[in-house]
């Protein structure tokens, strides 16, 4: 099992930024990636960024291209997803997670998840 542990989440204004943090325990040399995913109310869970923590890959929704920015600390086990310009559309639950199956062009697979946490931007 891996737990994932999220933080940083927040109100902001259209054109601010914001930075998630997501800390992960437990067996995580059973994970080869991690990433972050959201969901706006009535909508289906997206990928937003994910990382291969092993070599450094990534790989980024079109919509948050050139404004997120997905990074890691391997001697901490901690994720960061540095978001800039946040939009409206932006706001959602942010989770983390973290798979063992990393596939080209799309990212990590998730078998492990956090709790969540909210991110609002105002308009």
């Known amino acids: 099992q891996v737990q994932l542990v999220e933080s940083g989440g927040g109100s902001v204004q259209a054109g601010g930024s914001l930075r998630l943090s997501c800390s992960a325990s437990?067996?995580?040399?059973?994970?080869?990636?991690m990433g972050w995913f959201r969901q706006a109310p009535g909508e289906e869970r997206e990928g937003v960024a994910t990382i291969h923590t092993g070599g450094g890959s990534t790989v980024y929704a079109d919509s948050v291209k050139g404004r997120f920015t997905i990074y890691q600390d391997n001697a901490e086990n901690t994720v960061f997803l540095k978001m800039n310009n946040l939009k409206p559309d932006d706001t959602a639950v942010y989770y983390c997670a973290s798979g063992s199956t990393w596939v080209l062009r799309r990212g990590c697979l998730p078998s492990y998840w956090g709790q969540g946490t909210q991110v609002t931007v105002s308009s």
């Open positions: 437990g067996y995580t040399y059973s994970s080869n990636c």
